[in-house]
C-alpha cells in the first residue's frame, strides 16, 4: 500500500518560530514533536517570498525562471501541464486540498479532486469590479459561506476592522474559538479523513491562512503573550535609521519605525496565531491517530514564506531577509516506513520547489521532466551524495525589487533598480546585522556570488544582464511572458 500524504502549511510564518528552533518566547510543542520524531531542516528558502509564486514553486516543483511567478500578479491564469495533486491523482490517490489555494481562476482544481476553499481577506477578490460571479469573494470562498450559516448573520473577514496586510496591528478573535478559519481547516480536514475512499490512498493538503494578519487570535492565545517583554528585532547597522524615522503609523506599511509598545502588541499576536495553529495541528494529528492512518501516513509541514515582524524595520514579505524568506521544514516519518533519520537535522539549502518531488518519490509515482526540484528524502536519510550549491531567489517589488542566492552560509543581495549589493555571513552573523560587501576581506566572495547571479539571470527577458555585468534599473516584471499566453 502507497503511503497517505498529508501536507501541512502556514501563510507568513518565519522559520524560526518554532520552539526547536530556540525561539526565545514562543511556545509549539507539537510542532516540536513532530520535528523530534522526524527531520528538521535548518537552511529552506522561499525562492519568490510571496504568496503566489511560492505555492506555484509547491505545486509545480519549478524554478521561479520556469512557473514564470517572479512577484505578486493576480488575475494570471494556472495552466501547467503537471501538478502535484494532478500527478498523484493519476497515480490512484484520493486528492483534497483544505484551506488556501491562491490560484486563479479561484476555483481551479490544480489537479485536486476536491478543494474546500478559504483564500483568507485578499484584496483582489474582494472588488466586484476586478471579478465575476465565479470568481468574486462572495461566491466562491467556502469558509465564509460556512461562518455565515453558523453564526445566522452577515458576518465577514472585515469585521474586526483589521486589513489582511496589517502586520503591526494585533486584536483577539471576536467570535467563539471554533468559528476562527484555522479550527475551520482543521475541522474540514478532519471530515475529510471521514468521507475519503478508503480503498485509495490519499493525499490531504491542509492550508493554513494564519498567521498571516490580520492578526487575530482567539483571546485565551492571545492572554499567553500579551504582557511578554519581548525582545527587541534585530537592526543591522546597514540601515537607513533616519529613513525609518520618516515612515510611522501606517498599520500595512513595509519599513518604518513604531512604538515598541504597538510592535510588542504585534508580535504577542503573531505568536498567539501560530501557538493556536500549533494546538489545531495537534487536533489533526490525534484525528490521523484516531482514523487509524497515522502510522502509514508522511507529514510534511512548511510556510509559503516569512514575515519580517519589525527586522530591520521591516515588515511583511517580499524581501530577501532571513526573516522574510527563510521557511521552517519538517518531515515525519511516524511508522518508520522511508528509512528516515529520526531526530535529524539538516542543513543543506532546500527549497519550495523542492516539496513536489520529494512526495512523488515518497508515493512511488514518477517525477514529470517539468520539476526542476530535487527529492529531500536522501537528506533524510543522510544517504546523498551530492546537492546543490546554493538557490536563487528574487521578488519584483518595485524600487525594492531584488535577487538573493545563498548556501544557507552566506547570502548575496541585488536590488536590481539601485545596483546596491549586500552580502552577510549567515554562519557567524544570522540575524544579518553586518554587510560585507564593502570589505576587503570579502571581495572575492562578493565578486563569486555576483557571478552566480549573473549566470542565473543571463538571458532573462528583463535585459539584467548585459556583456557578462548586472545592470541595474531595468524594468522589472510580476510574472514573466510565457505564462500569460
Not at 510564518?13 to 520524531?37: Q, Y
Not at 529520526?342 to 517525477?367: K, N, Q, W
Amino acid at each position: 500500500m502507497k503511503p497517505n500524504i498529508l501536507l501541512i502549511t502556514v501563510d507568513q510564518m518565519r522559520w524560526d518560530c518554532l520552539g526547536v528552533m530556540g525561539h526565545p518566547v514562543i511556545e509549539t510543542p507539537n510542532l516540536d514533536a513532530l520535528a523530534n520524531k522526524g527531520v528538521l531542516f535548518r537552511s529552506a528558502y522561499s525562492a519568490t517570498p510571496i504568496c503566489i509564486p511560492a505555492r506555484a514553486a509547491i505545486m509545480t516543483g519549478m524554478s521561479q525562471r520556469s512557473h514564470g511567478r517572479v512577484g505578486y500578479a493576480e488575475r494570471i491564469p494556472w495552466n501547467y501541464a503537471h501538478t502535484l495533486a494532478g500527478e498523484l491523482a493519476k497515480a490512484n490517490y484520493h486528492t483534497q486540498c483544505v484551506g488556501k489555494m491562491h490560484v486563479y481562476p479561484t476555483r481551479n482544481l490544480c489537479g485536486f479532486h476536491n478543494v474546500v476553499l478559504h483564500d483568507g481577506y485578499l484584496h483582489h477578490n474582494r472588488r466586484k469590479d476586478h471579478t465575476t460571479a465565479d470568481t468574486h469573494f462572495d461566491s466562491c470562498d467556502d469558509y465564509l459561506q460556512w461562518l455565515r450559516q453558523m453564526t445566522g448573520a452577515q458576518t465577514d473577514l472585515t469585521d474586526l476592522g483589521l486589513d489582511c496586510n496589517a502586520s503591526t496591528v494585533a486584536r483577539p478573535w471576536h467570535l467563539e474559538e471554533r468559528l476562527h478559519p484555522t479550527n475551520w481547516a482543521v475541522t474540514q480536514s478532519i471530515d475529510f479523513l471521514r468521507r475519503r475512499d478508503p480503498g485509495k490512498p490519499f493525499f490531504l493538503w491542509t492550508s493554513f491562512v494564519r498567521p498571516h494578519s490580520p492578526l487575530d487570535p482567539p483571546q485565551a492565545y492571545f492572554d499567553l503573550y500579551k504582557d511578554v517583554d519581548m525582545p527587541d528585532s534585530p537592526v543591522g547597522t546597514w540601515v537607513d535609521q533616519q529613513a525609518a524615522e520618516q515612515s510611522r503609523n501606517d498599520p500595512t506599511m513595509l519599513f518604518g519605525i513604531i512604538a515598541k509598545r504597538r510592535l510588542d502588541r504585534a508580535k504577542a499576536g503573531y505568536y498567539a496565531l501560530i501557538t493556536h495553529l500549533d494546538d489545531q495541528i495537534g487536533r489533526l494529528l490525534n484525528a490521523l491517530q484516531e482514523a487509524g492512518v497515522h502510522q502509514d501516513t508522511l507529514i510534511v509541514f512548511t510556510s509559503d514564506h516569512g514575515e519580517l515582524m519589525g527586522d530591520h524595520h521591516f515588515f511583511r514579505k517580499g524581501l530577501p531577509y532571513e526573516g522574510s524568506a527563510k521557511i521552517p521544514l519538517i518531515v515525519c516519518d511516524p511508522g518508520g516506513q522511508m528509512g528516515l533519520k529520526i531526530g535529524s537535522e539538516v542543513r543543506e539549502v532546500v527549497e519550495l520547489r523542492d516539496i513536489m518531488p520529494t512526495l512523488l518519490e515518497a508515493a512511488g509515482v514518477p517525477i514529470p521532466h517539468t520539476v526542476e526540484g530535487s527529492s529531500v528524502l536522501p537528506l533524510c536519510k543522510d544517504k546523498f551524495e551530492c546537492w546543490r550549491s546554493y538557490i536563487h531567489g528574487e521578488h519584483a517589488l518595485g524600487q525594492l525589487s531584488n535577487h538573493y542566492v545563498t548556501d544557507g552560509k552566506e547570502k548575496y543581495i541585488w536590488y536590481s533598480q539601485s545596483g546596491r549589493e549586500q552580502l552577510f555571513n549567515l554562519v557567524d552573523d544570522p540575524l544579518e546585522l553586518t554587510d560585507l560587501s564593502g570589505t576587503d576581506e570579502y571581495k572575492t566572495r562578493l565578486n563569486d556570488w555576483r557571478t552566480i547571479l549573473v549566470k542565473e539571470l543571463d538571458g532573462r527577458e528583463e535585459g539584467y544582464v548585459d556583456n557578462g555585468y548586472l545592470v541595474a534599473g531595468r524594468k522589472p516584471q510580476t510574472y514573466l511572458s510565457h505564462i500569460s499566453v
